[in-house]
């Protein structure tokens, strides 16, 4: 019963913006921490921003660094990805990770992931 439903994918154009949404619901959410990765074609799965449980920490990828801001709202279960300054190679499909290691166990939860493409 554990879901992660990202929202707010699509076409922009390059220097534009957009915000991913992504809700949480089947697991203790603020236990977690959150990241978003990225896959695109041909491509390994990479890590592009990522969030502590409470959000005391941040860490991003260096190519989006000072572009996109990662941010949680632990009331509404939901963590979001703002990115501004869009390029053609941001083109992937954005998939958000709910991760926590205990003694006895490693979890990882993944969302079906969506699409955005950067393009004129």
């Known amino acids: 019963q554990v879901q992660l439903v990202e929202s707010g994918g699509g076409l922009v154009q390059p220097g534009g913006s957009l915000r991913l949404s992504c809700a949480a619901s089947?697991?203790?959410?603020?236990?977690?921490?959150m990241n978003w990765y990225r896959q695109a074609p041909g491509k390994e799965r990479e890590l592009v921003a990522g969030?502590?449980?409470?959000?005391?920490?941040?860490n991003y990828a260096d190519s989006v660094k000072g572009r996109f801001t990662i941010s949680r709202d632990n009331a509404k279960n939901t963590v979001y990805l703002q990115m501004n300054s869009l390029k053609p190679e941001d083109t992937a499909v954005y998939f958000c990770?709910?991760?926590?290691?205990?003694?006895?166990?490693?979890?990882?939860?993944w969302g079906q992931g969506t699409q955005v493409t950067v393009s004129s």
């Open positions: 990770n709910a991760a926590r290691v205990t003694i006895f166990n490693t979890y990882n939860y």
């Open positions: 089947g697991f203790t959410f603020s236990s977690y921490s």
């Open positions: 969030v502590t449980a409470t959000g005391g920490s941040t």
